[in-house]
């Protein structure tokens, strides 16, 4: 599985942005998917995930009800909608995705794309 993450940028805190995630290979492995961030210092932080087939969302209490996560229903494509953005918001955001395949789980990684968020 391969994730291509776009949508990134900079924005005033208040604002909000929509980052996308492309999710190619074997999608039907996919057991859930997710968005996770790493500020510079900081260790990385799961954001916020979806599984698979039940469809249950978890938010990390920072970005309760400030944050959205989605998908097309396909798995091609993944969500994070930001809005009401804060400073503290700024940091590198990677879409993830764990699965299992061929007798192995596996997790995949993107890129990254990077969020700044002006006070």
């Known amino acids: 599985v391969q994730l291509v993450e776009s949508g990134g940028g900079l924005v005033q805190a208040g604002g909000s942005l929509r980052l996308s995630c492309v999710v190619s290979?074997?999608?039907?492995?996919?057991?859930?998917m997710g968005w996770s961030r790493q500020a510079p210092g900081k260790q990385r932080e799961l954001v916020a995930t979806?599984?698979?087939?039940?469809?249950?969302?978890i938010y990390a209490d920072s970005v309760k009800g400030r944050f959205t996560i989605s998908n097309d229903n396909t798995q091609r494509t993944m969500y994070l909608q930001m809005n009401n953005l804060k400073p503290d918001d700024t940091a590198m955001y990677y879409c993830?995705?764990?699965?299992?395949?061929?007798?192995?789980?596996?997790?995949?990684w993107g890129q990254g794309t990077q969020v700044t968020v002006s006070s």
């Open positions: 993830t995705v764990d699965g299992y395949y061929a007798g192995s789980n596996f997790r995949s």
């Open positions: 979806m599984t698979s087939g039940s469809g249950t969302i």
């Open positions: 290979g074997i999608t039907s492995s996919i057991k859930t």
